[in-house]
């Protein structure tokens, strides 16, 4: 099955709005230069996980998967690269979000985040179906053998 993501905002806003928490955090906790300090590295982080993570911005960023039978898992990303491997037996699933972690022979775990928006609400479905139990609907349009 293959799928093609889109940017999510909703990702984007939750991001940021965790980031801001901890940043607020800090800045209530340590002395004005450490807490500043911190602050600032929060917002810089908050910037690249959202243009990587949400927004697909970054030539890092996935931009399609191609989900096959046995956890085989395709991903590719804005840049044109393909990463091919199998989905870890480590996956989160839930209503609104899909985490896995691709592995592939002789390099590091990636860790692929898709959330709700990201796909067609059928699509994701599927997703989910298939993280939770390697399960391509029969027929479906994209399945890989």
Request: charged fraction near 20%.
């Amino acid at each position: 099955m293959r799928v093609e993501l889109r940017a999510s905002p909703y990702l984007a806003l939750f991001t940021l709005g965790v980031h801001g928490g901890a940043a607020a955090i800090l800045l209530a906790l340590l002395p004005p230069p450490a807490g500043l300090g911190g602050a600032f590295l929060l917002a810089i982080l908050a910037g690249f996980s959202v243009r990587r993570q949400a927004l697909l911005w970054a030539p890092e960023a996935p931009v399609g998967l191609e989900l096959g039978r046995d956890a085989s898992l395709l991903v590719r990303l804005r840049d044109g690269t393909e990463l091919h491997g199998k989905a870890s037996g480590r996956r989160y699933v839930n209503r609104w979000l899909v985490v896995l972690d691709l592995v592939r022979p002789g390099a590091k775990r990636r860790t692929i985040l898709v959330a709700g928006d990201m796909l067609p609400a059928g699509e994701f479905r599927h997703m989910r179906l298939w993280a939770l139990w390697d399960a391509i609907p029969a027929g479906h349009a994209g399945a890989c053998a």
